[in-house]
């Protein structure tokens, strides 16, 4: 059994939960059978169209058990076909592609660089799907979706969105297609449930029962995650009492200025998401630096794969991250 341990997560996802989530996480045991659990279930549901600004009579509401990767790959396994354009500028864009070839898809990239957003002609040829990270947190690029979204649809395709790690931060078109996301990161609560907006007119095809979004869409086919919906539950209801996005945006700033005293952002600032931000190393090393962290109760992200040298990572997600709690830990990293 772990001992009791305070930390504050710098990491994007999973997230420190409010107080109010954890002292209700276990006030009810549930079977996902009951009536209960129906009204639960459908009350999520609601809130989430509503947060969105999507109607159940436009778009369909898959809730499955999993991650935010899982709602992706659910999504693309019961719904992307053909020829598939993917907008590439980091790990998660080429995960989406890799996955759409394993599929048979006919995919194409365009490689924008890693951690470089696309220009203006970002969809090329007549491409059946267009696929986009919204924000790609291999380094926090925020990429433009209303643009690629309307690029997208001028060339008459279907865009797929992957907004796991923006949905409740940044807005996320709802003129997209498929909007896949997760109970926690932004929405601050367990993980558990991977979750996909997806329109109602799209054709499904076959795939293993774990991933059929349809089956989901219309109920609850195997046992959920049944605390995770009680958590979801409160951190909507919380979410719903604050401006969010503004809290983001306010503490992504902070991470800036006192992350900028010592060491040099990635991204231009307009690139930047509002969720998590990349700083260069410059010949420090990583491992120590996370070190230093962890022994002040601080938990931040390595770079990944090529970038493990180069950067190190920043996200401002969570119940536990104000002001005073980034500068204190940018005084911890710059020691």
């Known amino acids: 059994m772990l001992e ?44 989430l169209y ?24 659910a999504a693309l396994a019961s719904l992307v076909r053909g020829r598939a354009q993917v907008i590439q500028n980091g790990l998660y864009c080429e995960r989406i592609a890799t996955t759409l070839a394993g599929l048979g898809a006919d995919v194409t990239t365009l490689d924008c660089g890693v951690g470089r957003p696309p220009g203006p002609d970002a969809v090329e040829g007549d491409p059946d799907w267009v696929a986009v990270v919204h924000h790609e947190t291999t380094t926090g690029l925020l990429n433009p979706l209303p643009e690629l979204v309307g690029a997208g649809h001028e060339a008459g395709a279907r865009v797929f969105v992957d907004a796991v790690s923006s949905f409740g931060a940044h807005p996320v078109s709802p003129e997209a297609d498929v909007i896949c996301f997760n109970s926690s990161k932004c929405l601050e609560s367990l993980p558990g449930i991977a979750a996909c907006f997806w329109r109602r007119e799209l054709e499904t ?25 009680v958590a979801l539950d409160v951190a909507l209801d919380l979410l719903a ?7 983001y945006r306010r503490l992504a700033h902070k991470v800036w200025e006192a992350g900028s005293s010592s060491f040099e952002p990635l991204l231009p600032e307009a690139d930047r998401s509002h969720v998590l931000t990349s700083f260069r190393l410059e010949g420090r090393d990583p491992d120590d630096l996370d070190a230093r962290a962890r022994e002040h109760g601080y938990v931040i ?11 190190f990572r920043v996200a401002n997600m969570g119940a536990a991250i104000d002001e005073p709690t980034i ?3 940018f005084e911890v990293l710059a020691a």
């Open 205 to 229: 095809h076959a795939t293993v029962p774990v991933l059929d979004l349809l089956a989901a869409a219309e109920g609850i086919p195997t046992t959920p995650n049944v605390q995770a919906f």
């Open 50 to 73: 509503a947060f969105a600004g999507l109607s159940p009579d436009s778009h369909r509401l898959s809730l499955l058990h999993g991650s935010g990767t899982l709602a992706v790959d």
């Open 301 to 311: 992200y390595h770079g990944q794969r090529e970038l493990r040298g180069e950067i």
């Open 241 to 247: 009492n604050e401006d969010r996005p503004a809290r």
């Open 327 to 329: 500068d204190d830990l």
């Open 4 to 47: 009791p341990k305070r930390q504050v997560l710098f990491n994007p996802g999973p997230v420190n939960l409010d107080p109010e989530v954890k002292a209700n996480l276990f006030n009810v045991e549930l079977c996902h059978r009951q009536p209960e659990f129906a009204a639960l279930d459908a009350s999520i549901r609601e809130r």
